[in-house]
T-cell receptor, first 113, second 117 residues
Framework: NAGVTQTPKFQVLKTGQSMTLQCAQDMNHNSMYWYRQDPGMGLRLIYYSASEGTTDKGEVPNGYNVSRLNKREFSLRLESAAPSQTSVYFC????????????FGPGTRLTVL | AQKVTQAQTEISVVEKEDVTLDCVYETRDTTYYLFWYKQPPSGELVFLIRRNSFDEQNEISGRYSWNFQKSTSSFNFTITASQVVDSAVYFCALSDLRVGANSKLTFGKGITLSVRP
């Protein structure tokens, strides 16, 4: 039982390049989330997916797109990376309902030059 | 709109001192959940505790205790006899109104705790 896995762990991009961050969970959770963490800003929600086939914007969605490929996988795409997207990205998943805690992946450290 | 305020940004203590991390929240919901997460230097986020708005009993787990006071909208976290391994960033979070799969968490900005030997 691996929990939430993310790939890659580290990535360096040049401005304008594109990339996809992958996330997968093996806990059969319906809900999945993408956050970014920046110094002094806490965790900010980029996009989330309540269930397979649905996605919604979070607090900071600009510059990102997501795909809920199936129940297990939720990917985050940067179409044209900008230095402002340098951050640590976390994926999380949880059971449906407010009661349940979110389980987080190990994070991806992204640097955009 | 929901908001979580962790006014302390950095705290430094000497090992064995007690330390309290403050969390104040704002919500118009009558039913909500509060959470604490720990992020050690290795970077992963670890769930510590969940508390619902109807349960104001304090919770103790070993050296950790939590004080939930609805009257002051606070959910504070105390570490007794701190240890170097407690050094981490601690986040308080609040669940939103929507019941079901759309539940989101609003996080505070985190408190960096450093415990010196």
């Amino acid at each position: 039982n691996a929990g939430v896995t993310q790939t890659p762990k580290f990535q360096v991009l040049k401005t304008g390049q594109s990339m996809t961050l992958q996330c997968a969970q093996d806990m059969n959770h319906n809900s999945m989330y993408w956050y970014r963490q920046d110094p002094g800003m806490g965790l900010r929600l980029i996009y989330y997916s309540a269930s397979e086939g649905t996605t919604d914007k979070g607090e900071v969605p600009n510059g990102y797109n997501v795909s809920r490929l199936n129940k297990r996988e939720f990917s985050l795409r940067l179409e044209s990376a900008a230095p402002s997207q340098t951050s640590v990205y976390f994926c999380a998943s949880k059971e449906s309902g407010r009661y349940y805690e979110q389980f987080f992946g190990p994070g991806t450290r992204l640097t955009v030059l | 709109a929901q908001k979580v305020t962790q006014a302390q940004t950095e705290i430094s203590v000497v090992e064995k001192e007690d330390v309290t991390l403050d969390c104040v929240y704002e919500t118009r919901d009558t039913t909500y959940y509060l959470f604490w997460y720990k992020q050690p230097p290795s970077g992963e986020l670890v769930f510590l505790i969940r508390r619902n708005s109807f349960d104001e009993q304090n919770e103790i787990s070993g050296r950790y205790s939590w004080n939930f006071q609805k009257s002051t909208s606070s959910f504070n976290f105390t570490i007794t006899a701190s240890q170097v391994v407690d050094s981490a960033v601690y986040f308080c979070a609040l669940s939103d109104l929507r019941v079901g799969a759309n539940s989101k968490l609003t996080f505070g900005k985190g408190i960096t705790l450093s415990v010196r030997p």
